[in-house]
């Protein structure tokens, strides 16, 4: 692995941050999550499933476990396999998560050729891996060979000038305020062709 590989600073970021634990499924919150997602009324999804109003109310507010029959109705007046009734969303549609980096407070993590910012580094389980980067490289030649990984990048310069060379395309030089999404497992690397080093602003998918 090179020196300057963004596949250490991947790793770092899914070995680093606060765990999270799951939560055991509420199975009357999600029914009640399930009904408003047809927008039904209470009394529209009862009538539906062949069940009394009082009973599917006691059963999203986890006043009582309701039996196999109870939900297979239920599964059918929904539209569902049973199984379903006990499966949570993959993803919720709001989770609440953020993280603030203040200016220079990421983690570094200085190469030969890159000097790496981590930012967002107190959550896990990102689908992407954000990180500023100064570039200290002048010319190719400084590089042990391509950069490749999984995923896909997308680059923004900060500050300075820089050339971006890739397997497949002709180098392109770019300036503040330019950017560039690519195939991250297709040969890349970036120099400065400033005086001063240029800094730029790297986003890693990690799905």
Avoid at 12 to 23: F, P, V
Avoid at 92 to 103: E, F, L, S, W
Avoid at 144 to 161: A, K, N, Q, S
């Amino acid at each position: 692995m090179h020196n300057n590989d963004p596949r250490t600073l991947i790793r770092i970021s899914r070995e680093t941050g606060a765990e999270e634990t799951g939560e055991p499924l509420d199975l009357g919150r999600h029914v009640r999550e399930l009904r408003k997602a047809r927008d039904w009324t209470l009394e529209q999804a009862a009538k539906k499933a062949g069940l009394a109003r009082s009973t599917l109310s006691k059963i999203e507010n986890g006043q009582m476990s309701p039996t196999y029959d109870a939900l297979k109705k239920l599964a059918t007046g929904l539209g569902i396999p049973v199984p379903q009734l006990f499966t949570p969303p993959e993803r919720q549609q709001v989770t609440g998560r953020m993280a603030i980096t203040p200016d220079g407070r990421g983690t570094g993590h200085a190469t030969a050729t890159y000097e790496h910012e981590l930012l967002a580094e107190t959550l896990t389980r990102k689908q992407m891996l954000p990180y500023r980067a100064r570039l200290r490289a002048r010319s190719m030649e400084e590089f042990d060979g391509w950069v490749r990984h999984d995923g896909e990048e997308f680059l923004y310069v900060l500050t300075g000038i820089v050339r971006l060379y890739t397997e497949f395309y002709e180098p392109v030089e770019m300036r503040r305020g330019d950017s560039a999404y690519y195939d991250a497992t297709m040969g890349h690397n970036v120099i400065s062709v400033s005086p001063e080093d240029a800094t730029i602003l790297w986003v890693t998918s990690l799905a």
